[in-house]
């Protein structure tokens, strides 16, 4: 309840800068902004459409923004390199970036900032946003989530895990397994990344029912996010194994949350990707406008944790694509 507090408590005052602007900067535009958008995630990702429309919904907010949203075909960190670069040539106002791969992508965020292009992170990344010097970072802390994701799943009883990792090479997914793999460590069990590719669900199921096959000891899946989780519910309702391998996820989709309402998985971590994307512009809207900062460089928008007590409440939220 205190995440949900200081998140509220974000949002209020947000919305109070925001109201307290001149009207002019509410409807006669003296200047319009430009603001560059570039992700790791295509907008035709579940997980990542919902970030699109919360940028796409924050924009419309404003007359006096203009947002462009991009990301490479697939988790390429040399393409999107390319995509950050193209971007700050067209000098945009401001510039939005997830940051998986800090190294591949530090060269590219840092010639923005060294431009005069104010940058914000969102999604990935908090963990350089200091040492980047972006103005602020809009996600949550992924090692963090991890550890209580896994502190969770042991208290659940699971003592021999996966964590199944949909896109390798992904510096945030690779701190989630770690934090997960801490926790059941400290809990008294274990652990194992397996590798999948998110775009072949097919492989996913397949890999995923040769793991438990080969291993009967792992009584838990833990995967991070719908791409992953929505293959591994298929594997384990063919082999009859829902309720005897638990299952849990990062962030939210409509077949996530009814898996948990019905019972078939424990929970999900909701990081509020929709916030991510809205916030983001806000906040590089207030900066550009009013020179506005948040009170810290990371404004967290997560971990929460939904259940099957409150899964009903959001199926909702998610098929309208905020959630």
């Known amino acids: 309840m205190r995440k949900i507090f200081r998140l509220s408590l974000v949002l209020s005052l947000v919305l109070a800068a925001f109201a307290a602007l001149p009207a002019h900067a509410q409807d006669d535009c003296e200047t319009t902004y430009d603001i560059a958008v570039v992700t790791h995630g295509q907008a035709s990702d579940p997980f990542w459409s919902v ?31 390319q995509l950050i670069d193209a971007a700050v040539a067209n000098g945009p106002d401001g510039l939005i970036v997830s940051n998986p791969d800090p190294s591949a992508l530090e060269e590219s965020i840092t010639a923005a900032i060294d431009a005069g292009i104010p940058v914000i992170s ?3 990344g908090s963990d350089v ?35 199944v990792n949909q896109e390798v090479g992904n510096v945030a997914l690779d701190l989630r397994c770690q934090g997960f793999a801490d926790a059941m460590t400290e809990a008294g069990g274990s652990s194992t990344v397996l590798e999948v590719d998110l775009n072949d669900p097919t492989d996913t199921q397949n890999r995923v029912i040769a793991s438990l096959q080969e291993d009967e000891s792992i ?40 898996a948990i309402s019905e019972g078939e998985m424990l929970f999900a971590i909701d990081q509020q990707q929709y916030t991510q994307g809205y916030l983001g512009v806000v906040y590089m809207y207030l900066y550009l406008q009013n020179l506005n900062t948040p009170g810290t460089t990371v404004v967290a928008t997560g971990p929460g944790f939904v259940t099957a007590e409150t899964a009903d409440a959001v199926i909702s939220y998610s098929e309208r694509g905020t959630r």
């Open 219 to 258: 009584n838990g899946v833990f995967t991070l996010g719908p791409t992953g989780a929505v293959p591994v519910l298929e594997a384990l309702r063919s082999e009859g194994l829902i309720g005897v391998v638990a299952l849990a996820t990062f962030d939210l989709s409509p077949e996530v949350l009814n």
């Open 129 to 163: 946003a200091d040492e980047l010097g972006v103005i602020a970072h809009v996600g949550q802390t992924e090692y963090e989530a991890g550890f209580g994701g896994g502190e969770r799943m042991a208290e659940a009883g699971v003592t021999n895990a996966l964590c």
């Open 51 to 81: 970030v699109s429309n919360g940028v796409d919904d924050a924009a419309a907010e404003f007359d006096c923004v203009e947002t462009s949203y991009q990301a490479p075909d697939t988790f390429d960190m040399v393409a999107m390199a």
């Open 122 to 124: 969102i999604n990935s």
